[in-house]
């Protein structure tokens, strides 16, 4: 598939509410507002993936100071629900990397690893120190479900060592992100994820 992978622009907001609706589940959408948010706060971190001028994936990032590892900070906190012209600090030293999604049509083609891929770069020629993700668990509530005697951490485990499939944290594995932490109460209403999420890390330079 002939995919370009771009800066978003103004125009691009209208697609940007379309695939935001058929990508996440109903209780986890980003608002327009919020939307439109992220781009006018840092649009060098908000990358769109268009087909044919279509755009079928899109991701937001903003900058912060490298939380403290000891204190684990949910996705909900860092970026104030979303809201990121309240959290971005264009002087940090991490891009954190807010949302993103693909076309359900398209998925497990690649379109993501571009996305993150054009991420890495910006916050490579921003000369930034880390890079850091709070990733959904979407295979958690399942997990927990089929496997009742046990908690998420022994998911996290599983997921690691290959014994269970999370699409997302595998995603960030092989970008050479590493697992930090569960997270409970990341991200309001993510009811796929019981809730839970993993701060993963990346250390872009020494
Ligand atoms: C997560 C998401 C963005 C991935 O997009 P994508 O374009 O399908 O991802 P890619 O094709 O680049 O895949 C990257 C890696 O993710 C994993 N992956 C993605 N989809 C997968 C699937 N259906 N099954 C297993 N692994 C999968 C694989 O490790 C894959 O690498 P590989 O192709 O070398 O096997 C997409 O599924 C999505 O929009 N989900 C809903 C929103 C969401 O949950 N976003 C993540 C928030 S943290």
Not at 2 to 27: K, S, T
């Amino acid at each position: 598939m002939d995919i370009e992978i771009r800066n978003f622009i103004e125009a691009d907001i209208a697609g940007a509410n379309r695939l935001e609706r058929e990508a996440w589940p109903e209780d986890v959408q980003a608002s327009s507002e919020k939307l439109i948010d992220r781009y006018h706060t840092f649009a060098a971190g908000f990358f769109g993936a268009f087909s044919s001028n279509r755009l079928v994936g899109m991701a937001s990032s903003q900058i912060i100071i490298h939380p403290d590892e000891s204190r684990l900070v949910s996705w909900a906190e860092l970026t104030a629900d979303g809201w990121i012209s309240k959290t971005h600090k264009a002087s940090g030293n991490c891009l954190h990397f807010v949302s993103i999604c693909v076309e359900p049509g398209i998925r497990h083609l690649g379109v993501a690893t571009r996305l993150n891929e054009a991420r890495l770069q910006a916050a490579y020629e921003l000369g930034l120190k880390y890079a850091l993700t709070d990733t959904r668990l979407p295979g958690l509530r399942g997990y927990l479900e089929a496997n009742p005697d046990v908690g998420p951490e022994q998911y996290i485990e599983d997921v690691i060592a290959g014994a269970a499939s999370e699409p997302v944290v595998e995603m960030y594995l092989k970008f050479g992100f590493q697992a930090v932490g569960l997270i409970p109460n990341c991200m309001s209403a993510d009811a796929e994820s019981s809730n839970y999420g993993l701060a993963m890390l990346k250390v872009l330079r020494p």
